[in-house]
């Protein structure tokens, strides 16, 4: 399938997601504006990225479109948008324009984007709340300062005007946390190539590989697959460089000896697969390596079988901690009873991260993990990451740690909740430590 045929939503789904919202909505007006283009420099353009929250709303990845729904007794949403214009697709590609964004969207409107200046006033003036971003600048933020402006001077004897700004966040965070089957199945795609290009970049790692070319080798992979291409920037490091959480310099050559941390995952339909899995460069980990890398590889299994409705994300990365409690006390670095360990927080400085975050539409999904002070509540339909890991940074490993310094490994799987657990879809990419021994190309 060609990757951009995949950029769509039905529009059933559209229209019951756009109900969500304006169940929510009440009074107010929600503004989505399209993401601006970006510039390398001067009039060099950067590859188009769409703004996930228009898209969630309206199928849209044009830049230069505008969202509004109006909430009230008749709920509309009104789209600006840019008109066709022959000399500007000769360079940069087709529009949809005004009728085939009608189409795409379902819009009850569609108006050229510019007359968003003189109609979006309008739009705002009798909702009681706004919800946008601020930061969107132009004309749009103009609109929504004036209209806040009038309801102050206003609002006081008439009682109407918006008298807040709301992220949309607030709507929409929670309804994109639980994914539809269309979404499963697009997730479920990215979740397959990405494993389809860590199998590649294994064939290519050796000592004294360069880190670029194993880079090289993934996102091709991805590509040839079907994937738009790395959904974020691919992490390949070697030797020390699996100590650095958010290595993506990727440009020097894999140690003798060393690992290779690749945490990487492919973008297709907008939508993202994030894998994370540690390589021995020689194809078989030393005494030591795999010493560690099997206490990791058992958190990330404990993790999963935490997994269920009603439990909690908490409980996910409470599960994977204690098995690398224990596993570092079992190697000796650190000492004592594990619950001691765990309320001092003695792992910290190999362990410094969460165990999860959502995934789908962003590769760091948004939803919030706490609500009023407890952990967030797992549903069906909820998609995350489940990534245990322990560093050994070499300024940390004196002594008795000495023997494990250099040393970082972190094993990544995604998983949906389902009604009686976990699928956990990138299991086709082995995590035993054998098996992953096996898919190095030597």
Not at 227 to 250: D, K, M, Q, R, W
Request: hydrophobic share 40%; proline share 5%; glycine share 12%.
């Amino acid at each position: 399938m060609c990757p951009m045929t995949a950029v769509s939503a039905p529009s059933g789904e559209l229209v019951r997601r756009r109900a969500s919202v304006f169940d929510a909505l009440g009074d107010g007006v929600m503004v989505l504006p399209a993401a601006p283009i970006q510039h390398a420099s001067r009039d060099t353009e950067r590859p188009y990225v769409p703004d996930r929250e228009l898209f969630y709303l309206t199928g849209l990845v044009e830049p230069g479109c505008v969202a509004v729904l109006v909430g009230g007794s008749k709920p509309r949403m009104e789209v600006f948008a840019r008109s066709r214009d022959p000399e500007a697709e000769l360079w940069s590609g087709p529009r949809l324009g005004l009728e085939g964004v009608q189409r795409k969207s379902g819009a009850d409107e569609v108006y050229p984007i510019q007359e968003v200046s003189t109609r979006l006033p309008a739009l705002l003036g009798d909702a009681d709340k706004i919800h946008v971003r601020l930061g969107c600048g132009g004309v749009i933020e103009h609109a929504i300062m004036g209209a806040l402006e009038t309801a102050r001077a206003r609002g006081a004897r008439q009682g109407t005007g918006p008298r807040g700004v709301i992220d949309p966040g607030e709507i929409l965070d929670d309804l994109r946390l639980v994914k539809s089957e269309h979404e499963l199945s697009l997730i479920r795609e990215a979740c397959r190539i990405t494993m389809e290009g860590h199998r590649a970049a294994a064939q290519v790692i050796a000592q004294g590989v360069g880190e670029w070319a194993i880079e090289a080798e993934l996102e091709r992979a991805f590509r040839a697959a079907g994937a738009t291409g790395p959904g974020f920037e691919s992490i390949v490091g070697g030797g020390e460089n699996t100590c650095v959480l958010h290595y993506v310099s990727n440009d020097v050559s894999v140690p003798e000896g060393a690992l290779v941390l690749i945490d990487a995952g492919a973008e297709f339909g907008l939508y993202h697969g994030d894998v994370t899995r540690t390589y021995p460069a020689s194809g078989r980990f030393t005494e030591e390596q795999r010493a560690v890398y099997e206490v990791v590889d058992r958190a990330r299994e404990a993790g999963i079988a935490a997994v269920r409705p009603a439990a909690t994300i908490g409980d996910v990365h409470d599960a994977s901690t204690r098995v690398l409690v224990e596993g570092l006390i079992d190697l000796g670095v650190l000492s004592g009873a594990v619950d001691e360990a765990l309320e001092e927080g003695a792992h910290r400085d190999f362990f410094p991260h969460r165990t999860s975050h959502w995934l789908g539409l962003d590769v760091h999904d948004p939803g919030d993990y706490a609500r009023l002070g407890a952990s967030r509540v797992l549903e069906p339909g909820m998609v995350f990451t489940i990534e245990p890991g322990l560093y050994f940074r070499p300024a940390l490993c004196d002594g008795r740690v000495a023997r494990w310094a250099g040393i970082g490994i972190r094993v990544e799987d995604d998983v949906v909740v389902t009604a009686d657990g976990a699928e956990v879809l990138t299991a086709d990419l082995p995590t035993a430590a054998a098996e992953v021994e096996g898919l190095v190309g030597w």
